[in-house]
């Protein structure tokens, strides 16, 4: 009993100083020297296997940032411009030199989006439908990175119990793999994912833009 109570006492100063770590501040020295106004989105990388992961989460990446203060050049122009190009495969894109990016579009800095996660595991007693993915901000001018981050939704987050005990996350279960087959659930998850990864006045999240009344706020 005494070794016991010893090892508590030597363990519980560590288990309260986890609890109470808090993440790292941000550097944005680099981002609020360079203080871009145009944003360019390239085509996100798709490390899944869902086909449509990458223009799921193409397609709403611009409004959180728009919503933040930025001009966000049209989606449909750069994939269209890209594809003219002969440049249709995402990792390709991201290859391109910076300068390379800044004289076909212009814009003061460009997103490279990854796609860590998206879709959906299946268990007996679940369904749960995942989409996480990291993004970094770099200049076009000097190819500085200016701001990482990453960011993840899920249609399970609330961790819900659904009572009843077997049968009843049975029928859970069911009732959610019946709603993902009517739904497009990952598209749904993929738009909160945007919003938390791209919108500002988070914590460590992207700063507000030129046109945000935060804009040098934050």
């Known amino acids: 009993m005494g070794k016991i109570l010893t090892l508590m006492a030597w363990l519980l100063p560590l288990i309260l100083l986890t609890g109470c770590e808090t993440p790292r501040p941000y550097d944005y020295t680099a981002f609020k020297k360079s203080r871009p106004r145009s944003l360019l989105v390239l085509p996100p990388v798709n490390d899944t296997n869902h086909a449509g992961a990458t223009y799921s989460?193409?397609?709403?990446?611009?409004?959180?940032?728009?919503e933040s203060g930025y001009y966000v050049l049209p989606v449909t122009l750069v994939d269209d411009t890209l594809k003219r190009k002969g440049l249709s495969h995402a990792a390709d894109i991201h290859a391109l030199p910076p300068a390379q990016l800044r004289g076909l579009f212009g814009a003061d800095a460009a997103l490279y989006v990854t796609i860590s996660q998206y879709g959906n595991d299946y268990t007996v007693l679940d369904s749960v439908t995942t989409v996480a993915a990291r993004a970094r901000?770099?200049?076009?001018?000097?190819?500085?990175?200016?701001?990482?981050?990453k960011a993840s939704a899920s249609?399970?987050?609330?961790?819900?119990?659904?009572?009843?005990?077997?049968a009843g996350a049975l029928v859970t279960a069911a009732i959610k793999q019946v709603i993902h087959e009517l739904t497009d659930t990952e598209h749904e998850m993929a738009g909160i994912a945007s919003a938390r990864l791209l919108g500002a006045g988070q914590e460590n999240g992207i700063l507000y833009g030129p046109r945000s009344p935060n804009f040098g706020k934050d």
């Open 57 to 66: 989460l193409f397609a709403q990446m611009t409004y959180p940032l728009a």
């Open 137 to 149: 901000l770099v200049d076009l001018k000097t190819g500085a990175v200016l701001w990482r981050g």
């Open 155 to 166: 249609n399970n987050e609330d961790g819900s119990d659904s009572g009843g005990g077997l």
